[in-house]
């Protein structure tokens, strides 16, 4: 799992999490691109990400799904022990979420919470569950799932599934990558905020231009400082502090960061005949 402590090679809690924690808001509120990001967080470095973020997501209106709007939103993210308040429709002793995290929807006409992965939700107070009556499934469930994503493998088998089948007549799958590519640019929107924000970045409210993939309100001038080194020793009992930055051309980070510039790969040599 370290691996994703590494901007080199993953993109820290948020990318790793809200891919899979966010799913059932991007699905049930049609998300697809925010019209802007705001990020906050722990110290953070050139090479790694930090331990606990704030992000603010705001997407425009978007069709009617059904006889239901779809205006503007806000979605806000909290990790590294970083939470939203706790809902007042809560009693004393109930947990926000599960033991690994949670969502929390806000409309109009009231509240629902689940806990991680979207897995056991309820409204709130929990209380209203006791005359709920669940409606019937819309959207195709997967094949041997069963809502527990710890007691079944069904998702990985329905990708597998759709890899085997003829593309003449395959049924795509249910997390196919016209749904999850969009999705998971969404998400790693909140990791770029919080690399361009911190002490020395932007300070600003990012405008996105999601169909072009770039940043609008990014001047070319725009500058940012990195931590590059962050150390601490006691010398003879005397705290002492190492903290180095580096300057960047915010733009050209951002967008070395959008569309990464890969390193040459590995090359296999040509195999023989046989």
Not at 31 to 60: D, R
Not at 136 to 144: A, L, M, Q, S, W
Request: net charge negative; with cysteine.
């Amino acid at each position: 799992w370290n691996w994703r402590g590494f901007w080199d090679f993953g993109t820290g809690a948020l990318g790793d999490m809200a891919c899979h924690i966010m799913d059932p808001l991007y699905w049930a509120l049609d998300l697809k691109y925010p019209s802007s990001v705001e990020g906050s967080s722990t110290l953070s470095n050139l090479y790694s990400p930090p331990q606990a973020q704030k992000v603010t997501y705001k997407f425009p209106a978007r069709p009617p799904k059904g006889n239901v709007n779809m205006p503007e939103l806000t979605v806000y993210w909290y990790d590294g022990g970083l939470v939203p308040d706790r809902p007042k429709e809560l009693k004393d002793g109930e947990m926000m979420g599960d033991s690994n995290g949670g969502i929390i929807l806000v409309g109009t006409k009231g509240k629902i919470m689940t806990g991680c992965y979207g897995m056991n939700p309820t409204l709130l107070p929990t209380s209203l569950m006791a005359d709920f009556k669940e409606p019937e499934p819309t959207i195709p469930r997967v094949k041997g799932g069963n809502g527990n994503i710890w007691a079944t493998d069904a998702h990985e088998q329905d990708w597998i599934r759709a890899c085997k089948e003829s593309p003449n007549n395959r049924k795509e799958s249910s997390s196919n990558f016209q749904f999850s590519g969009p999705f998971n640019e969404m998400v790693v929107m909140g990791v770029l905020a919080t690399r361009l924000s911190g002490l020395h970045g932007l300070h600003r409210e990012l405008k996105w231009d999601g169909e072009n993939m770039k940043f609008t309100n990014i001047s070319p001038t725009d500058k940012i400082k990195i931590v590059t080194v962050d150390e601490y020793a006691v010398i003879d009992g005397d705290p002492k502090f190492d903290r180095r930055f580096a300057e960047f051309n915010a733009l050209e980070m951002a967008n070395e960061w959008i569309r990464h510039t890969y390193q040459n790969g590995f090359t296999l040599p040509e195999m023989p005949n046989i």
